[in-house]
């Protein structure tokens, strides 16, 4: 009897060990999963500040130009498919989503799909 408690303590360890090393195995990859997130928002920003900020404000608040993208329902909800979509189309006429503004949201067809992505990851950062 002693010697199967023994048996049984030694296999709950072992089940433990492994739940711990699991846990710690998937709190490595989300760590690594966000920081790889992060460093393509950073990447996004510098495209965003070059390309995006004319028209939409150093910050993503808007402009008359163009409407904010910080705090925008559309953006938070949209996916990157979306995102880089609008982006390399660009919206004009009837696919306007805020005919107030008088400018077009022109294409960007030239940018990379990496460059589409990172500027994706920096407008879902700002909300």
Request: charged residues 25%.
């Given at each position: ?7 049984t303590?030694?296999?709950?360890k ?22 790889a ?16 900020s ?7 608040k808007g402009?008359?130009?163009a409407?904010?993208?910080?705090g ?18 660009g919206?004009i ?17 030239a940018m ?16």
């Amino acid at each position: 009897a002693k010697a199967a408690e023994v048996k049984t303590a030694a296999a709950e360890k072992a089940v433990e060990v492994k739940a711990v090393a699991a846990a710690k195995a998937a709190e490595v990859k989300t760590v690594a999963a966000e920081k790889a997130v992060e460093e393509k928002a950073a990447a996004g920003a510098a495209i965003y500040k070059m390309k995006c900020s004319p028209c939409h404000g150093a910050e993503g608040k808007g402009t008359t130009m163009a409407p904010a993208l910080k705090g925008n329902a559309w953006v938070m909800a949209a996916s990157t498919a979306d995102l880089t979509g609008v982006i390399t189309n660009g919206r004009i006429g009837k696919a306007k989503k805020y005919p107030n503004f008088l400018v077009d949201m022109p294409a960007s067809k030239a940018m990379s799909e990496g460059d589409l992505s990172s500027l994706a990851a920096y407008l879902k950062s700002l909300n």
